[in-house]
């Protein structure tokens, strides 16, 4: 499962500066992940400075 996103983003955008796939952009109000493009390697998760990104369910 992908990794997600939650409201706690603060749009810093070092969450899609450290994504090896692209998968991660700026969205209407935050930064979303798109899902199919995701490798679930956690490169994300790791450089969020609010631990706003988690394992999806």
Known sequence: M???IS???I???ACSD???VGAISQGDSQ???DAD???DCGSCAGN???GA???GE
Do not use: T
């Open 11 to 13: 749009s810093c955008g």
């Open 37 to 39: 493009s995701c490798i």
């Open 2 to 4: 992908a990794f997600v």
């Open 53 to 55: 990104i988690s394992a």
């Open 7 to 9: 409201s706690d983003c």
């Open 48 to 50: 969020c400075p609010v």
């Open 31 to 33: 930064y979303v992940i």
């Open 18 to 20: 450290s994504c090896p």
